[in-house]
């Protein structure tokens, strides 16, 4: 009989590296989750993502991000918006149908990411979009925003539409989460910024030129995706005074009830804007070990060759 050897202690994040990329990410993506929860207010149409870190006493709840639906009269001037945007359809094309299932290739091509060169960081990129993928679709069932279509059978999106509800759109929850962790992944981040950040913004108008969001939609992803992706980074890393993330859907129009676009040049840190909203608390996440051991495996694959 061969030698037993049972490794310990218990819980060691280095024996990730001993296993399956499938069990690896099974195990990540639950603790990515772990101590998540939502809370809804009826009566002011509002629902929040929260966090308690359950490893640490005593517990403390998080709020993270607070999302206030449109209401009826935003989406109605929304609609002219989604019919306008539809002449890019055939610049655009091909371009929105590649980004149906994946954007990877795009914001991928930015920063050089390749599958033989950064394993670690693409297993990293898979928890990132699981975790958007979950926390969006738990905030589209809640609010339950009907799809352009729903309004106006002269919309005709040149793709079917999801089976889910519109708002906040999930491709720009997504694109956000990921350039906000990418970003702070790389170690000149600062470097790629701005050219990541539109990137994100053409994949979140894209959905809009398909026919199959409206631009408060995107406007919401983007909030949303940039607070997933600095919680996700907390995770990883740890974190002190943990940002609170906003955003009304009932102020999205402009001062005589016009329909406002989608604007990555709006702040939405100053407060200014009406519907963003944003206010730093006191509030510590502690990172995970498990996460943090991907994050360094991760940000190794980054560092000048020797």
């Given at each position: 009989?061969?030698?037993?050897?049972?490794?310990?202690?218990?819980?060691?994040?280095?024996?990730?590296?001993?296993?399956?990329?499938?069990?690896?990410?099974?195990?990540?993506?639950?603790?990515?989750?772990?101590?998540?929860?939502?809370?809804?207010?009826q009566?002011?149409?509002?629902?929040?993502?929260?966090?308690?870190?359950?490893?640490?006493?005593?517990?403390?709840?998080?709020?993270?991000?607070?999302?206030?639906?449109?209401?009826?009269?935003?989406?109605?001037?929304?609609?002219q918006?989604?019919?306008?945007?539809?002449?890019?359809?055939?610049?655009?094309?091909?371009?929105?149908?590649?980004?149906?299932?994946?954007?990877?290739?795009?914001?991928?091509?930015?920063?050089?990411?390749?599958?033989?060169?950064?394993?670690?960081?693409m297993?990293?990129?898979?928890?990132?979009?699981?975790?958007?993928?979950?926390?969006?679709?738990?905030?589209?069932?809640?609010?339950?925003?009907?799809?352009?279509?729903?309004?106006?059978?002269?919309?005709?999106?040149?793709?079917?539409?999801?089976?889910?509800?519109?708002?906040?759109?999930?491709?720009?929850?997504?694109?956000?989460?990921?350039?906000?962790?990418?970003?702070?992944?790389?170690?000149?981040?600062?470097?790629?910024?701005?050219?990541?950040?539109?990137?994100?913004?053409?994949?979140?108008?894209?959905?809009?030129?398909?026919?199959?969001?409206?631009?408060?939609?995107?406007?919401?992803?983007?909030?949303?995706?940039?607070?997933?992706?600095?919680?996700?980074?907390?995770?990883?890393?740890?974190?002190k005074?943990?940002?609170?993330?906003?955003?009304?859907?009932?102020?999205f129009?402009?001062?005589?009830?016009?329909?406002?676009?989608?604007?990555?040049?709006?702040?939405?840190?100053?407060n200014?804007?009406?519907?963003?909203?944003?206010?730093?608390?006191?509030?510590?996440?502690?990172?995970?070990?498990?996460?943090?051991?991907?994050?360094?495996?991760?940000a190794?694959?980054?560092q000048?060759?020797?």
């Amino acid at each position: 009989m061969l030698p037993i050897n049972l490794p310990t202690p218990l819980d060691n994040p280095e024996r990730l590296s001993h296993w399956d990329v499938t069990p690896r990410l099974q195990v990540c993506g639950l603790e990515v989750l772990s101590g998540l929860h939502f809370n809804v207010d009826q009566s002011a149409k509002e629902m929040t993502l929260e966090f308690v870190n359950v490893t640490r006493k005593p517990l403390s709840n998080i709020k993270l991000v607070s999302l206030v639906r449109p209401d009826t009269d935003i989406f109605k001037q929304q609609l002219q918006l989604v019919a306008n945007y539809a002449h890019l359809r055939e610049d655009r094309g091909a371009e929105i149908l590649t980004q149906v299932p994946n954007q990877v290739a795009f914001w991928g091509s930015v920063i050089g990411l390749t599958s033989h060169r950064h394993k670690w960081t693409m297993e990293l990129v898979t928890l990132m979009l699981a975790l958007a993928g979950d926390v969006e679709m738990r905030f589209k069932h809640a609010f339950a925003c009907p799809r352009p279509v729903d309004l106006s059978p002269q919309i005709q999106p040149m793709i079917p539409t999801p089976g889910h509800a519109s708002w906040p759109s999930g491709h720009a929850t997504e694109a956000f989460t990921v350039i906000t962790v990418l970003l702070a992944l790389l170690p000149a981040g600062h470097q790629y910024k701005e050219q990541l950040q539109r990137l994100a913004a053409r994949i979140a108008v894209n959905r809009t030129v398909a026919g199959v969001h409206y631009p408060v939609d995107s406007a919401a992803g983007r909030l949303l995706g940039t607070a997933l992706g600095e919680f996700f980074v907390s995770r990883c890393q740890g974190a002190k005074n943990v940002a609170l993330w906003g955003f009304d859907g009932r102020k999205f129009e402009g001062k005589k009830a016009e329909p406002v676009d989608f604007d990555l040049r709006v702040s939405m840190t100053d407060n200014l804007s009406g519907y963003y909203q944003h206010k730093t608390t006191k509030h510590v996440i502690h990172k995970s070990p498990l996460l943090e051991f991907m994050w360094t495996k991760a940000a190794k694959e980054w560092q000048p060759l020797k």
